[in-house]
């Protein structure tokens, strides 16, 4: 059975493509086809696509099992200012509306589509507890993903099993947001942004893939599902295990003016603010998470 994926090249996708091509047969779609086969050719076939038309990858959607559609610009890799929010939002508009153009005009539609979301779609909360029933936010990462998420609607309305995966923090090595958080560590200049009191969702790649192939195999399951551990914590925690776990301290402190000085809106949207976010639809399943307790975790990926 066929797997077509979008943004297969990123953190994530690079890590399906790793655990899917053992059971399926993975077209990996990506700007640029060289680089791509790089990083994925030894576990998908590589098709060269825009990100916004049909032509290129008619072929292998048409009777494919599924679509997995991760594409987008990655919103942390700068300073938010007009063009950069313009760029983060279109790219999911153009690659989400291609992907339903072209379920469209298949002959033999896909089994499943699963559509990336985010837990920005619930906005800052403080210490509200979240699941999937919880209304959206407010803010930019919430329209983003109220958008994203509507494609998925349009897409049940075809007739296709559709799910959406609201992810947190995935945290893992070589890449993603781990990469980031542990390098001021490995300077000695660990420590938390503001007050430390935000909540800190995060999952483990490696669930983070088990949930997506569970979701995309369960025939059943439909609609949004978080992907987070079942055990959040604040930033502040997870910095000083983080340190603990590195053997690095985890004592200083960026004033939250100091943040938004340096990244703008970005900064009380990912940084200073944050979700408690529980997996509630997916503990209610028969999915075992491997990581549930940060320390696990982060020794995991350290080691």
């Known amino acids: 059975m066929r797997v077509v994926i979008t943004g297969a090249t990123g ?11 053992k059971d399926y047969e993975v077209i990996a ?4 086809a060289n680089r791509a086969a790089g990083s994925v050719g030894e576990w998908a076939k590589v098709v060269e696509w825009d990100g916004r038309t049909t032509g290129s990858w008619f072929k292998q959607a048409n009777g494919a099992f599924a679509i997995i559609n991760l594409a987008g610009e990655n919103i942390a890799s700068g300073r938010w200012n007009e063009s950069k929010k313009a760029g983060i939002l279109l790219s999911r508009q153009d690659c989400s509306r291609a992907v339903l153009e072209v379920i469209k005009q298949v002959n033999k539609k896909p089994a499943v589509v699963i559509q990336a979301s985010a837990i920005g779609y619930y906005g800052p909360r403080r210490d509200e507890q979240l699941d999937e029933t919880s209304t959206p936010g407010k803010g930019f990462l919430s329209d983003v993903c109220r958008r994203m998420e509507s494609f998925a609607e349009k897409i049940e309305g075809l007739g296709v099993r559709c799910v959406v995966i609201r992810t947190g923090i995935v945290l893992g090595p070589g890449g993603g947001a781990f990469t980031r958080l542990v390098k001021p560590f490995r300077f000695f200049l660990g420590g938390h942004l503001g007050s430390g009191r935000q909540w800190f969702s995060w999952i483990h790649i490696d669930d983070e893939v088990a949930a997506i192939k569970f979701l995309l195999e369960n025939e059943q399951l439909k609609g949004a599902f978080n992907l ?76």
Do not use: W
């Open 228 to 303: 987070t551990a079942p055990e959040p914590v604040t930033t502040k925690k997870f910095c000083k295990i983080l340190g603990k776990v590195l053997h690095r301290p985890a004592l200083l402190k960026v004033p939250g003016f100091a943040a938004r000085l340096m990244f703008g809106e970005m900064a009380h949207e990912m940084l200073l603010s944050g979700q408690k976010v529980l997996p509630k639809r997916l503990l209610n399943t028969s999915f075992d998470f491997k990581y549930t307790n940060v320390e696990q975790a982060l020794n995991d990926i350290t080691s």
């Open 11 to 21: 953190f994530i996708g690079t890590a399906l493509c790793r655990e899917l091509h």
């Open 29 to 32: 779609l990506s700007r640029d």
